[in-house]
């Protein structure tokens, strides 16, 4: 059972020492996986490793890896040198990493606008020319059969000063089925709720991954349409071709309805053991970027994203969480998510674009899966 978090004192001392932190550039790792205490992470330097690959990450810690590795941004890996587990023992672990800077760093007061403040302004946009022209470019290919799926990608800037101390616990009580995760470092400051694993397990329990795609808002009577299905089913079958020369017993269950946030998806999960002499790092390397959030074929539209899209991803769409040195690990895709900066915070989403998506539609979906960031933003 995970431990519950004081409502007063602990939680606002969190929160400072989690904005101090930031504004002292100290990088770090927090995160709290569905269902079990929150961890903090910290190297014993108060700096990260970078590498440009994930397969030259060694060691246990958390990773953060960007959505293309070699396009400048690198994979950000903060190794578990001081690991405080439970909200008691991370409040203790935040004061003592911020004791010999606390009263160096000027945190601002915060202004918190209200949630119909905030999604008003976000519906009150319209599709940007970056974006409508990478819809066209995409609806061309996918039309001229080049292409199975291809996933289209952008980002909202919301002006203000928010504190990402508040923003984490607000989502670790909003979305208890999510990794939910504030890294910081040399990547900036980055917050996400995501809920769609790309592994998880260890070597002794065996592993899982899922397909997650498709959307609707949730609590809908609406069935699911035969674009979200088919849109689902393509991941699927990726997944199951990508994972044949690794997995052995391969067990599947799904499609099914599964909540995230403000938006449903559908999806089936895979879990299965290892063959002898696979590794999971190998399953990683093969499953990222999946369809999900690239398209089919993998490779080929990764290139077209990177040509084409409006949005630089960063790590938008990439992947995140603990790595225990491919013993064990809990690895997601970085898709609810949002970067912070002094002057306010990014939010970022995309949708599967198949033949007959209209630009409307997709722009609309957009809005609505970055409804699940944006909540955390107001009060």
Not at 42 to 47: E, P, T, V
Not at 167 to 184: E, T
């Amino acid at each position: 059972m995970s431990q519950s978090l004081s409502p007063s004192n602990e939680s606002q001392s969190i929160v400072t020492n989690v904005d101090v932190l930031v504004r002292a550039d100290i990088s770090f790792a927090l995160f709290r996986e569905p269902g079990h205490d929150p961890v903090l992470v910290l190297q014993k330097d108060s700096r990260e490793t970078c590498r440009e690959h994930f397969a030259d990450i060694t060691g246990t810690g958390f990773v953060l890896s960007p959505f293309a590795e070699g396009q400048g941004h690198p994979v950000v890996f903060i190794r578990a040198e001081l690991v405080y587990r439970g909200w008691q023992k991370v409040a203790h672990g935040l004061a003592a990493a911020t004791e010999t800077c606390r009263r160096e760093v000027c945190v601002p007061p915060f202004a918190v606008p209200t949630c119909e403040e905030l999604k008003t302004r976000l519906y009150s946009c319209d599709p940007d020319s970056g974006y409508a022209g990478s819809l066209s470019a995409f609806l061309d290919d996918l039309r001229a059969n080049s292409f199975k799926k291809l996933v289209l990608s952008r980002s909202q800037d919301i002006p203000g000063t928010f504190s990402a101390g508040r923003i984490f616990l607000k989502a670790c009580d909003r979305y208890p089925d999510a990794l939910v995760s504030l890294v910081h470092g040399s990547c900036g400051t980055w917050i996400g709720a995501s809920p769609e694993i790309l592994v998880s397990g260890s070597q002794m329990r065996g592993w899982t991954t899922m397909a997650l795609a498709g959307t609707h808002d949730r609590g809908s009577s609406e069935p699911w349409d035969s674009k979200n299905r088919s849109e689902q089913a393509i991941v699927a079958d990726y997944i199951r071709q990508a994972l044949t020369p690794y997995a052995a017993e391969l067990e599947e269950d799904g499609p099914k309805s599964s909540p995230a946030g403000t938006v449903e998806h559908l999806r089936t999960d895979f879990n299965f053991a290892l063959k002898r002499g696979a590794a999971i790092r190998d399953v990683v390397q093969a499953l990222h970027p999946t369809p999900a959030v690239c398209g089919l074929p993998r490779e080929e539209a990764r290139r077209r994203i990177l040509t084409t899209e409006s949005l630089d991803r960063r790590y938008y769409a990439g992947f995140l969480g603990w790595w225990d040195n491919g013993m064990a690990a809990h690895l997601v895709v970085n898709l609810r998510c949002l970067k912070l900066s002094r002057s306010g915070a990014r939010l970022y989403a995309g949708g599967g674009i198949l033949p007959e998506s209209t630009l409307d539609l997709e722009w609309r979906e957009t809005c609505g899966k970055m409804c699940t960031m944006l909540a955390l933003l107001g009060e």
